[in-house]
């Protein structure tokens, strides 16, 4: 399955076999990012060395190895990256037989980020940084004490909505 996935760059299995050969693949993946000679017959020991086989014309043309991808394309694509080479993708489709769930085990290419920036986070530390100004804000009485003559002339900050309908919020 790793020289599929080495060979195709995505396959389609279930998740169990997925989650099983990722870490294989990501290790192998390492050591072609190296690239010397010993890390090449490691992965050669590992992973076996079979031949690339397409058909053109209805002929076989061996378009190379197995290894020979790994650390000539795969190896420089994923230099600057720390980890995390391949992405697991479940799909709605069920295997027959045994009605096993499918998923696609793909590597990822060289210009997809680590991961997607979380929103929420930022949100929560917003919210917190609001709260604590306003907690602050609370906690001084004596600013407010300073000027009071501005906080009589200032008009009050609600206005009156029309009689007609309510405006949604969203």
């Known amino acids: 399955m790793a020289q599929s996935l080495i060979e195709h760059e995505t396959i389609s299995t279930t998740v169990q076999k997925a989650k099983e050969i990722k870490p294989f693949v990501e290790r192998l993946i390492t050591l072609a990012k190296k690239g010397k000679l010993e890390h090449r017959r490691r992965a050669i020991s590992l992973l076996g060395n079979r031949s690339i086989i397409a058909y053109e014309d209805g002929e076989p ?92 002339t200032q008009a009050p900050e609600t206005v009156a909505e029309p009689a007609g309908e309510p405006e949604k919020q969203s």
């Open 61 to 152: 043309v061996k378009k190379g190895t197995i290894v020979g991808k790994l650390f000539s394309e795969l190896g420089p694509r994923y230099l600057d990256r720390q980890g995390g080479y391949t992405r697991i993708v479940k799909l709605s489709l069920r295997r027959l037989g045994d009605n096993g769930e499918l998923v696609l085990l793909q590597l990822l290419g060289a210009d997809e980020p680590l991961k997607r920036p979380r929103r929420g986070a930022s949100k929560r530390r917003a919210r917190r940084r609001v709260k604590a100004s306003g907690q602050a804000a609370t906690t001084a009485p004596a600013a407010a004490q300073t000027a009071p003559e501005e906080s009589a």
